[in-house]
């Protein structure tokens, strides 16, 4: 299922007029295994159409431009969670500490997250290496519900 959410338009150049529209692409697919894949890109078009002045992953810039939006809210909060659920580098716990890593104040650079890994004991978890494929997070059945309910 897949759906494009017109948001309007916005004054993307500040040229005083509201000329640029803005659209949000949801889609929710199913994997290899059948299990539900979650996506988000966004578009900021100039005022004919003819060009794209922002696109892909610019919903943080997109919600800035909405921030009274419950719809771009629920898509933010949704696409922070579980854009592209089936291509994550790590486990969870994997993951979780590059997090807390990255939150110290470092860049993230696969080379240097492996050694920090390495570093924790983290690299190679239940036989997994950071890295080495794509995990599969799943969305929880609410979540997946409000994402059902925006592709209507």
């Known amino acids: 299922m897949k759906k494009i959410i017109n948001l309007g338009k916005v004054d993307y150049n500040n040229t005083g007029?509201?000329?640029?529209a803005v659209y949000i692409e949801i889609e929710l697919k199913e994997d290899k295994n059948g299990l539900p894949v979650?996506?988000?890109c966004g578009n900021i078009w100039n005022?004919?159409?003819?060009?794209?002045?922002?696109?892909?992953?610019?919903?943080?810039?997109?919600?800035?431009?909405?921030?009274?939006?419950?719809?771009?809210?629920?898509?933010?909060?949704?696409w922070?969670?579980?854009?592209?659920?089936?291509t994550h580098a790590g486990k969870p716990i994997q993951e979780n500490a590059i997090k807390e890593w990255q939150a110290k104040g470092n860049k993230y650079d696969y080379t240097n997250a492996c050694e920090y890994l390495k570093s924790i004991n983290l690299f190679e978890v239940d036989g997994y290496k950071y890295g080495r494929g794509w995990i599969y997070f799943p969305i929880?059945?609410?979540?997946l519900q409000k994402i059902k309910s925006l592709l209507q």
């Open 47 to 78: 005022n004919r159409k003819t060009d794209i002045y922002s696109e892909g992953q610019n919903l943080d810039e997109i919600k800035e431009l909405f921030p009274k939006s419950e719809i771009v809210k629920t898509i933010h909060e949704l």
């Open 38 to 40: 979650f996506t988000a």
């Open 17 to 20: 007029k509201k000329i640029n």
């Open 80 to 86: 922070t969670k579980y854009h592209l659920n089936d």
């Open 140 to 143: 929880p059945e609410s979540d």
